[in-house]
């Protein structure tokens, strides 16, 4: 079998190979000859998306695109609702744990195009028949440039334009506990787009300089420069794996030890961290925090931030550790 590879065109039958198991490949006939949304054989919560865009199902016309930030417009089958079983499933579909595999043509006198996986974002809970969803393609830094760009909906994006929002350096912005009106048919992108170890890297440390830089105009606001000036840059001066990034001060003088998490993503991105971080922050909670930098532009060096303490990191229950690996021994 050949291999599944993002960004190169297969037809029905060649997906079916992959995800249909030992069940039956008809033409044009049965639910893989023709229906758009299968369950793979080898995990029910799993997924295959066929997306044909334009595609008229009965009295439904398909109103589906990808935006230019990889967001997928996307309605399930017309029959069903929003208590579907189908449908429940993928309003709490888990991207960490399960998989759905999207596939899309223009029209369907061509093959589809494999872009990959998607997370669920939000659904609309007000239509059904069909229900109406919007998903992130995970890879889309991977995809986007293989795709033909009329595919990519030339959707309006709110860019500030005043002078002062395209300076370089970061504002301060709120973390999602703190942001009113969000609708509870949303549960915000929570997972990290599949960049290139390049690109995060560069996206890292462009996140630590303007927090670098950030704190120190703190300091010099307090009228503490002094201390602005004393600011290390630990993560490059010593290396990685100190638990920390940034050794900076409180306006008493006393240590702030600050991890910096980078996305180019909202502030309801989740992020990682490593044992070593979590142990750190356990035994420094009083002076420990996480600078949370997001809707980070690598190109002018904006974005925003917000501070989360490790006391609240630690102790509220608003934030929820969730392993991602295990380590594995052999018994002794």
């Known amino acids: 079998m050949e291999k599944l590879e993002l960004g190169m065109l297969y037809n029905r039958k060649q997906i079916h190979a992959f995800f249909g198991g030992n069940s039956t490949f008809t033409p044009g006939a049965g639910t893989w000859g023709l229906q758009g949304m299968l369950r793979t054989a080898d995990d029910r919560f799993s997924w295959v998306f066929f997306v044909t865009l334009g595609h008229k199902e009965g009295q439904h016309q398909f109103d589906e695109g990808i935006t230019e930030e990889g967001v997928l417009t996307w309605q399930s089958q017309p029959k069903l609702s929003l208590n579907s079983l189908d449908i429940q499933d993928l309003i709490h579909f888990d991207h960490d744990k399960h998989n759905i595999y999207l596939f899309l043509r223009k029209n369907k006198k061509v093959d589809y195009q494999y872009l990959g996986h998607l997370s669920y974002l939000i659904h609309d809970i007000s239509r059904e028949k069909p229900?109406?969803?919007?998903?992130?393609?995970?890879?889309?830094?991977?995809?986007?440039?293989?795709?033909?760009p009329s595919i990519i909906q030339n959707l309006?994006?709110?860019?500030?334009?005043?002078?002062?929002?395209?300076?370089?350096?970061?504002?301060?912005?709120?973390?999602?506990?703190q942001s009113k009106g969000r609708k509870q048919f949303s549960r915000k992108f929570s997972g990290n787009l599949n960049l290139d170890s390049s690109?995060?890297?560069?996206?890292?440390?462009?996140?630590?300089?303007?927090?670098?830089d950030f704190e120190k105009q703190r300091l010099v606001n307090e009228g503490l420069g002094h201390l602005a000036q004393q600011i290390e840059h630990s993560s490059k001066l010593i290396g990685d794996g100190l638990g920390y990034d940034i050794k900076s001060f409180n306006t008493d003088g006393t240590y702030r030890y600050i991890e910096v998490k980078t996305t180019t993503q909202s502030s309801s991105a989740c992020f990682y961290m490593s044992l070593n971080e979590l142990?750190?922050?356990?035994?420094?909670?009083?002076s420990y925090f996480i600078y949370r930098v997001?809707?980070?532009?690598?190109?002018t060096k904006t974005g925003l931030v917000f501070e989360i303490p490790g006391i609240q990191l630690l102790g509220n229950n608003l934030y929820h550790f969730e392993p991602t690996m295990f380590k594995v021994n052999l018994r002794s």
């Open 131 to 148: 229900v109406y969803f919007e998903w992130q393609l995970l890879d889309w830094a991977l995809v986007k440039d293989a795709l033909n």
């Open 156 to 177: 309006p994006i709110n860019h500030t334009q005043d002078n002062e929002s395209r300076l370089p350096g970061l504002k301060s912005g709120q973390s999602p506990s």
């Open 199 to 212: 690109r995060q890297k560069l996206i890292g440390d462009i996140g630590e300089q303007l927090v670098v």
């Open 279 to 286: 142990e750190f922050a356990k035994l420094h909670a009083s």
């Open 294 to 299: 997001y809707k980070l532009d690598e190109h």
